[in-house]
């Protein structure tokens, strides 16, 4: 199975990696990007080949739209009369739906919508997909094993997208700007900086493996460490006192609605 990836970016050379990582043939793995000079670095770097968006596509079964969303309508443009009939579409551009990509390829095109995160980087990515009005089953098929090589999959109907991207899309940034301050607050608190780093990651780390395998509410998890009276207690009231749950929340809200303002207006 042949697979352009039309973009060499970080989520595209993410894949372009895991991919080879996990045995699919470089030979059988075109890369194009707008930057040429990006491209061939990864290709090299990979074992795999480069080309032109145009060539790339003509004799691709999977075609992986990976670039920004603003330069999404002019590489289409660049590639829809080279698409194979047969071929399977994946877009992983935030606010770019399916419906804007079938208008631009030729019917009946199969298209798939993707949006991952960056822990693909090291495979403990989540994508969520959703699949366009011509895709087959067997399509959809090929595209969570795409993305499975990066990561966890789902698959959800499209409207709820915007708040997909909000949640998990975004998300890995939301987790390291908290993991900052859990670090500076441990060197306020007198620790050198390799050791509140060592000690903030590893909770983390273990907080999520603990969500996961026990299966538990994160509430009762919660409600387990936070003893009458305790410290967690005291530095929960103090969270709840400045307003951080509503903090999320509104964050959250910012982030879904800057994806639905990142889908291109139709004329």
Same mark, same amino acid.
Request: hydrophobic share 45%; glycine share 8%; aromatic share 2%.
């Given at each position: 199975?042949?697979?352009? @990836?039309l973009? =060499?970016?970080?989520?595209?050379?993410? @894949?372009? &990696?895991?991919?080879?990582?996990?045995?699919?043939?470089?030979d059988?793995?075109?890369?194009?990007?707008?930057?040429?000079?990006r491209?061939?670095?990864?290709?090299?770097?990979r074992?795999t080949?480069?080309a032109?968006p145009?060539?790339?596509v003509?004799?691709?079964?999977?075609?992986?739209?990976?670039?920004?969303?603003?330069?999404?309508?002019?590489?289409v443009?660049?590639?829809r009369?080279?698409? #194979?009939?047969?071929? @399977?579409?994946?877009?992983?551009?935030?606010?770019? /739906? !399916?419906?804007f990509?079938?208008?631009?390829?030729?019917?009946?095109?199969?298209?798939?919508?993707v949006?991952?995160?960056?822990?693909?980087?090291?495979?403990?990515?989540?994508? =969520?997909?959703s699949?366009g009005?011509?895709c !087959?089953?067997?399509?959809?098929?090929?595209? #969570?094993?795409?993305m499975?090589?990066?990561? #966890?999959?789902?698959?959800?109907?499209?409207?709820?997208?915007? =708040?997909?991207?909000?949640?998990?899309?975004?998300?890995?940034?939301?987790?390291?700007?908290?993991?900052?301050?859990m670090?500076e &607050?441990?060197?306020?608190?007198?620790?050198?900086?390799?050791?509140?780093?060592?000690l903030?990651?590893?909770?983390?780390?273990?907080?999520a493996?603990?969500?996961?395998?026990?299966?538990?509410?994160?509430?009762?998890?919660?409600e387990?460490?936070? /003893?009458?009276?305790?410290?967690?207690? =005291?530095?929960?009231?103090?969270?709840?006192?400045?307003?951080?749950?509503?903090a999320?929340?509104?964050?959250?809200?910012a &982030?879904?609605?800057?994806?639905?303002?990142?889908?291109? #207006?139709?004329?």
């Amino acid at each position: 199975m042949t697979i352009a @990836l039309l973009g =060499a970016g970080v989520m595209g050379g993410t @894949l372009a &990696a895991a991919l080879v990582r996990s045995g699919h043939d470089p030979d059988q793995l075109v890369l194009s990007d707008r930057v040429v000079e990006r491209a061939e670095k990864v290709a090299t770097e990979r074992g795999t080949r480069y080309a032109e968006p145009a060539e790339a596509v003509a004799g691709a079964d999977v075609v992986v739209l990976a670039v920004k969303p603003q330069d999404m309508e002019a590489l289409v443009g660049q590639i829809r009369d080279h698409v #194979r009939p047969d071929a @399977l579409v994946i877009s992983i551009a935030a606010g770019i /739906s !399916t419906g804007f990509l079938e208008r631009r390829l030729p019917e009946g095109t199969s298209v798939v919508r993707v949006m991952p995160n960056t822990p693909a980087l090291v495979d403990q990515g989540m994508s =969520a997909m959703s699949p366009g009005r011509h895709c !087959t089953d067997e399509h959809l098929a090929r595209a #969570r094993a795409l993305m499975e090589h990066v990561g #966890r999959v789902i698959v959800l109907d499209e409207q709820h997208q915007d =708040a997909v991207t909000a949640i998990s899309g975004s998300g890995p940034s939301y987790i390291f700007y908290v993991v900052e301050a859990m670090i500076e &607050a441990g060197v306020l608190l007198g620790l050198p900086r390799d050791t509140a780093t060592e000690l903030v990651v590893q909770t983390l780390y273990g907080a999520a493996t603990m969500i996961r395998e026990t299966g538990e509410h994160p509430t009762v998890l919660r409600e387990q460490v936070s /003893s009458p009276g305790g410290t967690s207690v =005291a530095a929960l009231r103090a969270l709840e006192d400045h307003k951080v749950r509503a903090a999320f929340l509104t964050a959250m809200e910012a &982030a879904a609605n800057r994806s639905a303002e990142l889908s291109p #207006r139709e004329e």
